[in-house]
């Protein structure tokens, strides 16, 4: 019997984890200015990669995602880091289509990554 291929709601869409292990390699501080950074950035490099879309330039799109992708692995933002990697791959191959859907998944999945990084941060601070 052949299993059914995983889709993203199989997966965990945070790691609790990642963000232990920043903490035991920086400590607090480290782990807070992270968490920092990445919520000031998310919100540009999305609007980047959507403006890149919009002008048809796979390049900024895939240079955008691939940032994110790498910053949302480190943070444990799973889901995130999972939309960012099929974006990167569709807009390396030249594919806009696929990639508004991709976007607007990622927009829908940004203050849910708001919210828990913005918790753990507080956890951090209090």
């Known amino acids: 019997m052949d299993a059914e291929p995983a889709t993203h709601a199989d997966f965990p869409e945070t790691d ?13 501080k480290l782990l807070g200015d992270m ?3 990445f919520l000031a950035a998310m919100p540009q490099r999305l ?14 799109v ?18 995130m880091h999972r939309l960012s990697q099929e974006g990167e791959r569709l807009a390396k191959a030249g594919a806009t289509e ?10 829908a999945e940004a203050p849910r990554v ?9 956890r951090e601070d209090g």
């Open 98 to 107: 696929g990639l508004s859907r991709i976007l607007d998944e990622l927009d």
């Open 47 to 60: 609007g980047a990669a959507r403006s890149g879309l919009a002008h048809e330039d796979c390049h900024v």
């Open 62 to 79: 895939e240079h955008e995602l691939h940032a994110l992708k790498s910053s949302a692995a480190q943070l444990g933002a799973l889901r």
């Open 16 to 28: 609790p984890e990642a963000l232990e292990r920043l903490r035991r390699f920086g400590g607090d």
């Open 35 to 37: 968490i920092t950074l």
């Open 114 to 122: 708001r919210e828990w990084l913005g918790a753990a941060r507080a």
